[in-house]
């Protein structure tokens, strides 16, 4: 990998340079993290193995599962460690194994939750045809593009980055490396390319929300002809859903649909 301005390495400034806010933040990412990982392991490893769990919607959960625990391992294992840490360097090539790693697990995670929508919207509004429609092929190939999304999502980003000259100096205003905090420390105009950050990350989380909340309001008009009991257990599952939905989709937008020069606000939303 060629090194634009024989750049190799770049420095975080992470969330705080107080040492005792670092110990407060060590234990408390150490924990939601080991919460968060355990929690999908569980729920992996359940639908794995129970043979009663078999259906579609088990089947997205779990590899929902899987994405999200190597999502947040992409990130949260260094955040972690420099928790404690003065200096807190990386390679270049390791900031760039940590972007387009990130950005590969998030694509996937993104077209899996709308995928999930779909399966909920056929189970609903369409439960007579729903076992014709969601057939293992059909959720195994939904799964694979979303897997194929994710890839092309995170080589756009990484080719954007790639061609950037970085002259100085090389510290960088974030917990994690991440294309709005490079973008601040190349040397040259970055305006078109933050405009195509834009286009690939911040106007496709806009879409799939757009598309994941259509979605949602055919169920909820649907379940107008349900009975009440059909109804609540359908609220049940969806508002779960949608709960992670918004959680998960707000703090994409909100970092990569604004410009970088807002950067300390992003830097506090990105833990999200």
């Not at 569980?42 to 590899?63: D, E, G, M, Q």
């Not at 057939?135 to 999502?153: P, Q």
């Not at 909820?220 to 508002?239: F, K, V, Y």
């Amino acid at each position: 990998m060629e090194i634009p301005y024989n750049v190799t390495e770049f420095f975080m400034l992470g969330l705080s340079q107080n040492p005792e806010v670092q110990r407060v933040l060590f234990v408390a990412f150490l924990t939601i993290y080991g919460i968060t990982a355990c929690g999908n392991i569980l729920i992996v490893i359940t639908i794995t193995f129970r043979p009663t769990l078999v259906s579609p919607v088990h089947f997205f959960l779990a590899n929902l599962s899987f994405t999200d625990t190597c999502y947040s391992s992409s990130t949260a294992p260094r955040l972690i460690a420099d928790s404690l840490q003065e200096v807190r360097a990386i390679s270049y090539e390791g900031c760039m194994a940590q972007l387009s790693g990130a950005h590969v697990f998030e694509g996937a995670e993104i077209i899996l939750l709308t995928v999930m929508a779909y399966d909920r919207y056929v189970a609903i509004c369409k439960p007579l045809h729903y076992m014709a429609v969601m057939t293992r092929h059909l959720c195994a190939l939904l799964v694979g593009l979303a897997w194929l999304g994710g890839f092309l999502h995170s080589l756009a980003q990484l080719l954007l980055v790639l061609q950037l000259p970085f002259c100085g100096p090389h510290v960088i205003n974030h917990f994690v490396c991440d294309l709005y905090p490079l973008l601040e420390l190349a040397c040259t105009d970055t305006s078109v390319i933050g405009l195509l950050v834009v286009a690939n990350s911040g106007v496709s989380c806009l879409l799939n929300f757009l598309l994941l909340a259509a979605s949602y309001l055919v169920i909820l008009r649907s379940l107008r002809s349900h009975s009440a009991e059909g109804r609540r257990r359908a609220l049940s599952t969806c508002g779960a859903h949608f709960t992670a939905v918004a959680v998960f989709f707000v703090p994409c937008m909100f970092t990569y649909m604004r410009p970088s020069s807002t950067l300390s606000i992003d830097k506090n939303m990105a833990v999200f």
